[in-house]
C-alpha cells in the first residue's frame, strides 16, 4: 500500500442489539489512495455508513487495523491522532439537520478556524471564511455570512458543510449520502464543485450512496465498492463495474434499476432473485450470506465457505465461489 | 371515451404569514381510463399540492380558490361512464364516500400509515366496516386475493402486526389494502422514495403487474425520472405550481421540449450514459410567495428574453397531445443544445 493515505485491513465492527452481536462491518480491506475517489454503493444496513464512520476515526473497530498513511491508527501519539482527525473530515447526508440554525454563516466557518487556531485576528478569519464560501462556488459570498442555515436551499447549506469541512485543510472526506437530500436539479452541481476541489487540493473522497448511477457519475476515474450484509462483494474501476458487474449480487442491483429512457427500460432484463426476504443480520446464512437469494448459487461450496474479495488481473475484486472458479486463470497472485 | 378524472383551472392557495403561497395555478389535465400519468418536478413545485386536491385532502390552511375536478365511473367494459361526480360539490359524507371507493390515495409516508397496535387483517376489516363493504368470509377472501396480487404471502401478512413487515412489504400491504373498494383512481406519492433499489424493483413490478390485473387509471407523483419512464403512459412537468410540459411518455423522454423538462433530464446521471452530458439547472425553485414576473422559469432558464420576463406562456398544443407552455417551444431543444456546446 505505497501512497495510501487510508488502509483499512480485516475491518469488523460489531454492535450488541438486544445482547446479541451482530456484525455492521464483517472482514472488510480496502485501500484508498491520495487522489481518488471510491464510492460504497449498497442497500440500507449494509454496512457503509459505519465503514465511513470508522475511517473517520468516530468509531472504533472491533478487530482489525486502519492505517493512516501507513501507521496503524491505534498507535499515534496524541500530536499524531489530532492530525489524523483534522486530515479525515466527514460530510453528513442531512445539512438541515447538521448546521446550527442559530449560528450564522459566517460563525459556522469561523469556528473550526478560531478553534484550531489557522487564523490569527478576526480579520483574517473573516477572509478566510470568504475565500472558502468562494471554494465552494457561493459567490458573493459577502451575501451569505450575515445569513442563518434556514434562509438557505438546502443545497446551498450542503455547500456550507462542505466548505467549514475544508476549514482544517483535511486529505480526506468522507462525504456520507451528501446529496442525498438535495434536489436531483442541483446534484450535478455540487458533485461538480467536490471534484474540482478535489483535483485542486489533491483530495481523497469516499463517498457513499445508494444510487449506482450517481456513483458511477462522481467516481468516474476512481473505484466503486459493492456491500452486502457487512462485507465487501465486489470492488473494481467504476465504469468497468457498472457495464460489466461480476458478482451477482451487483448484477441483480444493476439489473434492478429502471432508466431514464423508456423503451430501453421497459425491455430490460431484471435477474430474479431466488428470494426477496433479506436475512437478519442476526441470523446470517452461513457460507456466502448471499446464498439463499442468489441467482448462480450452486450448492455446497456456497453454503460452506466464507467467499473471500479475491483479486483478477482486470483491476476488479470479486468475493464470489463461482466467479473465481471461473476465473481462475485470471487471478492476481500475491 | 371520456377521461377518469378531468381537472380544469385549478387553483390551490395557502395562506401563510407572509402572505398567499400560490401552490397551484390553474392547472389542467385529464387521466384517461386505466392510463398511468406521472408528475414530475423538483421539491416545493406543487405536485404533493395538486395530488392531495384530487382526493380533497388539502390542510385547512388551503383553499381551492377555482377551477373544477370530475370524476367519471366506468361500470365493466363499458366506454359511457355510469357516474359522474363533480368533486368540489361533494359534502362531507358524500367525500368521505368518494375517497376510498373511487379515488384512493397512497401517501409519501406510507410507511407509517398503517396503524401500528392493529394487525393488517383488522386495518383491512376497519376500512370495509367505514364503507360497509364486504364482510367475514367474503371480506377476507378478497384481501388474500388483493395481498397474493402484490406478491406477499397473505398467510403470512395477514395476522401480524406493521412492525413485522418490512418497509416493503408495508409498502404493498397499503397498495393492496388502497385497491380494496374497487377505486378506479389510484394517487401514489413518492411510492419508491426511501425504499432500496430491490425493493422499488420489486413494488415497479407489483404496479405493474396490477394494472393488467384490475381496472385503475394511476397518477403517481415522483422527482424520480428513471421511474416514470418505467411506469407513466403520459407524463407532466410541474414546476412553480403550474404544468408546463405535458405529453406521451416517449415525447418526455425523447423529444421534450420545455427548457425546464430539458434541464432535469439533464441533470440525472444513468448507469449507461456518458458524463460530459450533465448539468445542473442553475438557481433553486422560486419562492410561491413572490413569484417572478412572466414565465415563472425564466431567472433559471438560458433561452429567456425580454418577452419571457414580461408575459407567462399558457400550455399550448405542438404535436398531438404534446403540450408545452414555452415562448421558444419551436427551438429550445437546438438552442440548448448549441448553448451546451459554448
Known amino acids: 500500500m505505497p501512497d495510501s493515505i487510508i488502509t483499512l485491513e480485516h475491518v469488523t465492527r460489531t454492535f450488541l442489539v438486544k445482547r446479541s452481536p451482530i456484525k455492521a462491518v464483517d472482514d472488510v480491506s480496502l485501500s484508498i489512495r491520495a487522489g481518488e475517489i471510491v464510492c460504497l454503493v449498497g442497500e440500507s444496513g449494509c454496512g457503509k455508513t459505519t465503514t465511513g464512520k470508522m475511517i473517520a476515526g468516530t468509531l472504533p473497530p472491533s478487530s482489525g487495523t486502519i492505517f493512516y498513511g501507513g501507521q496503524d491508527i491505534t498507535q499515534l501519539s496524541r500530536d499524531q491522532f489530532k492530525r489524523y482527525r483534522l486530515g479525515v473530515q466527514m460530510i453528513h447526508q442531512d445539512p438541515y439537520a447538521s448546521l446550527n440554525p442559530a449560528h450564522t454563516i459566517q460563525d459556522i466557518i469561523a469556528a473550526p478556524l478560531v478553534h484550531h487556531g489557522l487564523t490569527r485576528g478576526e480579520a483574517a478569519t473573516r477572509k478566510r471564511v470568504r475565500e472558502l464560501l468562494e471554494l465552494v462556488d457561493l459567490t458573493p ?82 473505484r466503486i465498492g459493492v456491500m452486502y450484509l457487512g462485507r465487501m462483494v465486489e470492488l473494481a474501476p467504476a465504469r468497468q463495474l457498472v457495464e460489466s458487474p461480476q458478482h451477482p449480487y451487483t448484477q441483480v442491483l444493476l439489473s434492478a434499476i429502471p432508466e431514464a429512457d423508456p423503451q430501453a427500460t421497459r425491455r430490460k432484463k431484471h435477474i430474479q432473485l431466488r428470494s426477496m426476504d433479506v436475512p437478519s443480520l442476526l441470523r446470517l446464512p452461513t457460507g456466502c450470506s448471499f446464498h439463499p437469494r442468489c441467482p448462480r448459487f450452486e450448492g455446497e461450496s456456497c453454503q460452506q465457505a466464507v467467499p473471500q474479495l479475491v483479486e483478477f488481473s482486470d483491476g476488479s475484486a470479486v468475493a464470489c465461489h463461482p466467479v473465481q472458479r471461473e476465473r481462475l486463470a485470471d487471478r492476481v497472485r500475491r | ?69 370530475v370524476y367519471r365511473r366506468f361500470a365493466d367494459g363499458s366506454g359511457s361512464p355510469a357516474r359522474e361526480i363533480d368533486v368540489l360539490k361533494l359534502k362531507t359524507n358524500q367525500l368521505r364516500e368518494f375517497r376510498w371507493q373511487e379515488c384512493a390515495m397512497v401517501f409519501q409516508s406510507a410507511l407509517n400509515a398503517l396503524n401500528p397496535v392493529l394487525r393488517i387483517s383488522e386495518q383491512f376489516a ?76 420489486n413494488i415497479m413490478d407489483v404496479l405493474k403487474e396490477l394494472r393488467t390485473q384490475l381496472d385503475f387509471a394511476l397518477i403517481f407523483i415522483s422527482h424520480d425520472l ?61 419562492d410561491l410567495i413572490d413569484l417572478p414576473t412572466g414565465c415563472k422559469f425564466h431567472p433559471r432558464c438560458p433561452l429567456a428574453e425580454a418577452r419571457c420576463r414580461e408575459y407567462e406562456p399558457e400550455l399550448e398544443e405542438v404535436s398531438s397531445g404534446h403540450q408545452v407552455a414555452c415562448w421558444n417551444w419551436r427551438t429550445a431543444r437546438e438552442s440548448i443544445q448549441a448553448f451546451e456546446v459554448e
Open chain 2, 226 to 286: 428513471s421511474l416514470a419512464a418505467e411506469l407513466a403512459d403520459r407524463v407532466a412537468t410541474v414546476y412553480a405550481g403550474k404544468i408546463v410540459e405535458i405529453a406521451d411518455v416517449e415525447t418526455i423522454f425523447m423529444a421534450q421540449t420545455h427548457p425546464y423538462t430539458i434541464g432535469l433530464i439533464n441533470a440525472v446521471p444513468t448507469l449507461v450514459g456518458a458524463k460530459e452530458d450533465l448539468t445542473s439547472i442553475p438557481g433553486s425553485p422560486p
Open chain 2, 1 to 69: 371515451m371520456q377521461p377518469t378524472l378531468s381537472v380544469q383551472n385549478l387553483s390551490i392557495e395557502y395562506r401563510a404569514r407572509r402572505g398567499q403561497v400560490q401552490a397551484i395555478r390553474n392547472v389542467t389535465f385529464d387521466v384517461q381510463r386505466g392510463e398511468a400519468m406521472a408528475l414530475i418536478g423538483e421539491s416545493g413545485s406543487g405536485k404533493t399540492t395538486l395530488g392531495l386536491g384530487v382526493v380533497r385532502l388539502l390542510p385547512s390552511a388551503a383553499t381551492i380558490s377555482q377551477g373544477s375536478l
Open chain 2, 126 to 201: 376497519d376500512t370495509a366496516r367505514a364503507h360497509n363493504y364486504l364482510r367475514g368470509r367474503e371480506l377476507e377472501e378478497r384481501c388474500q386475493h388483493l395481498l397474493r396480487l402484490v406478491r406477499l404471502d397473505p398467510e403470512r401478512v395477514w395476522k401480524s402486526f406493521p412492525h413485522e413487515l418490512s418497509g416493503g412489504m408495508r409498502q404493498r400491504v397499503l397498495i393492496a389494502l388502497s385497491l380494496l373498494l374497487e377505486p378506479q383512481l389510484l394517487i401514489l406519492d413518492e411510492p419508491t422514495t426511501a425504499l432500496d433499489i430491490l425493493t422499488q424493483r
Open chain 1, 141 to 222: 459570498p459577502d451575501d451569505l455570512l450575515d445569513k442563518f442555515p434556514h434562509q438557505l436551499s438546502g443545497g446551498q447549506r450542503q455547500r456550507v458543510s462542505i466548505a467549514r469541512v475544508l476549514t482544517v485543510n483535511p486529505s480526506f472526506i468522507v462525504a456520507d449520502e451528501a446529496v442525498s437530500m438535495v434536489d436531483v436539479s442541483i446534484r450535478i452541481s455540487l458533485l461538480k464543485t467536490l471534484t474540482k476541489l478535489k483535483e485542486q487540493m489533491g483530495l481523497s473522497v469516499l463517498f457513499i450512496t445508494h444510487d449506482l448511477a450517481l456513483a458511477k457519475y462522481f467516481a468516474w476515474e476512481g
